[in-house]
């Protein structure tokens, strides 16, 4: 028999991953407040969650879910065809369709399978579907499960959408891409996307996942900060698992194609109904980032504070104006070094290294939150420029 065998073929990837010092491991929280968090005995300071606006532990938030899984239970029961569809989902639905100012919204129990739903639904064999090189890896996935064609266009470069679509001009066409971008924080060109989609007649597609919430007028997002509506984007993806502080995501847009969407796509059938009780939850952060437009302020505040620190120090981020704030690295053990020595200091700031990021690329994502205050960040500046030049002297004092 010549077939591999599984047992040894992974011990043998096993061992390449830590030859290149790539090996993942899970850290387990015993206990979250806020942005602090009991990890390993000790107490540390979150510097790389997603919940920007500080929502995940509102006591409203909480209440809501606590109070709808009393009398719905703590789970989902069916799927959404079956009798898994409940009013809780309905309410979250209408509300996050009125907030972003789109015809219909679609709730999901992720955004990765919300991913996987749109395109596999709305894309087959011999169509194409183009993409931005630093897209997040769902959108990636969902273009292999449609089987259709899939492109990629350098990072941010509008020329190259417009190149790879002229030359499939048969089948029909989507330009999918993050809103925000999940590991360097900057926002997609999508005004000038628009444009190529419209003379291209190709559908846009936008993953908003780090923007609702946080990004454009009353947080509605990277769609309504390019002031960009609903005939110039058909569909849009908020997912209510980082800056709403709770889980699902909702597809916002064209009522037809999101009634095709959800009667066909396999990811939205095949699969059981986010519980009510976390629906219930995730309406009540919505109505908190809608009305509180402070957080988003101090938020702001303190990603300007940040950045004018880091350049102080000599800390070159990458550009972004958003929570998501990169140090780049560069190779993957310095960045693992730099947040084990961050971790000495309490705080916690995971390195990201690839194939989450591009080769030679690996980098710090550091993520503030409304629940960071001054001190805590001028903690975390000292912490960096420490950590580096710890990093930089060892550097220096071993032969090469
Ligand atoms: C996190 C993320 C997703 C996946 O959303 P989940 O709800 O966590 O499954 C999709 N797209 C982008 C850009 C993301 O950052």
Redesign the pocket.
Known sequence: MQRPDIHDRIEAQRLEREAHGRIRVRRSVVRRDGVGCEVDGRWLLDFCGNDYLGLAQHFAVVDALQDSAARNGAGGVASHLVCGHHAAHDALEQEMADWLGTPRALLFG???TA?LAVVQSLLGDGDTCVQDKLN?A?LIDAARLADCRLRRYPHGDVEGAIRQLRALPEGAAMIAT?GVF?MDGDIAPLRELALVARAQHAMLYV?D??GVGVHGPDGRGSVAAARLDAGQVPLQLA?L??ALGSH??VLCGDAALIQHISETARPYIYTTALPPAQAAAALAAVKLARREQWRRDKLQESIAHFRAGAQKLGLSLLPSDTPIQPLLCGDDRTASAMSAALEQSGFWVAAIRPPTVPEGSARLRITLSTGHDRLQIDALLHGLARARDQLSGRRAATPA
């Open positions: 992720s955004g990765y991913n997040h769902s993050d999940s993953d996942a780090h997912t698992g980082k699902g995501a």
